[in-house]
């Protein structure tokens, strides 16, 4: 298979797949029955043994409990990583209320991750079936979302391999500024198909972040500062959410209203 047939098979099962669709019997309304929840997606194609990944052990990025493609796949030539854009409705959405994710969110962040996980298991039967092996390190028993050092880390981050294989830098908010934006999703799978890499078209972390400020004003939990981002803050707004909304929850302030919503500013 060639990087072409890639994304021409995962543009079609985006756009014709009706898990990418709100259903009837999902809706939290009726006017959302139908609702597209991603775009078109996007890629980059980078190498399992860049070394990167080793430098993703060390404790002032991701720490020792990452795990590097060889790690999960052995004989891994290439990593795939993919980005699924939200739509416009639903970006939209999102900037009416400042102070609660809006419904339309809600289904993006629920129903949207249901179709990622569609979307990723469809692509690694593509590639299978083709003769290629392949695997999801995200789906994988072997999937830790924790550290000893904090839980709001995992062995497989998705945006910081999505970082490594060229798709974007990191904003304030802790999300991948992509050329389609911020506001979406991220998935990735391994492969043996040896297939042509991308070089990354930056040189720092936050190269594409104009450092603004918006996400910081916008976000409800007033977890992001110019130094960071406290994830507690955050994960206590989430909680409220989900507290009101179950099983639904998310809030995606900080990527909405932003330069880095759509586009790199």
């Known amino acids: 298979m060639t ?3 890639i994304i021409a098979i995962a ?21 959302y029955t139908g609702m597209k929840i991603f775009d078109s997606p996007i890629f980059a194609f980078g190498a399992a043994d860049d070394e990167i990944y080793t430098k993703y052990k060390s404790s002032d990025i991701i720490g020792n409990h990452f795990r590097a493609p060889e790690e999960w796949f052995p004989g891994a030539k290439t990593v795939i990583s993919f980005f699924l854009p939200f739509t416009e ?3 939209r959405a999102n900037t009416a209320n400042r102070d609660w994710p809006a419904e339309e969110w809600l289904h993006g962040r629920f129903e949207g991750q249901a179709f990622l996980k569609e979307f990723a298991a469809y692509m690694h039967k593509i590639l299978s079936d083709k003769g290629h092996k392949s695997l999801i390190p995200s789906f994988d028993a072997g999937f830790k979302s924790g550290s000893d050092t904090s ?23 802790k999300g991948l500024i992509t050329e389609k934006g911020i506001c979406g999703r991220f ?16 040189k720092e972390a936050y190269d594409y972040c104009t450092m603004c400020g918006l996400c910081i004003v916008n976000c409800p939990a007033n977890a992001i500062r110019e130094d960071g981002k406290d994830d507690l803050l955050c994960s206590a707004f989430l909680d409220k959410v ?12 900080c990527q909405v209203g932003v330069p880095c919503e759509s586009a790199i500013p």
């Open 242 to 253: 989900l507290n009101k909304h179950k099983p639904r929850y998310g809030c995606g302030k």
């Open 11 to 31: 543009e079609r099962f985006v756009e014709e797949s009706p898990g990418n669709y709100v259903c009837g019997k999902a809706a939290i309304k009726e006017d």
């Open 89 to 91: 409705r639903i970006r």
């Open 187 to 202: 998935g990735s799978i391994l492969t043996e198909l040896d297939l042509p890499k991308d070089a990354r078209p930056y």
């Open 151 to 173: 839980r709001f880390s995992s062995n497989w981050s998705e945006r910081h391999i999505a970082y490594a294989c060229g798709l974007g830098t990191f904003g304030l908010s």
């Open 3 to 5: 990087r072409d047939e």
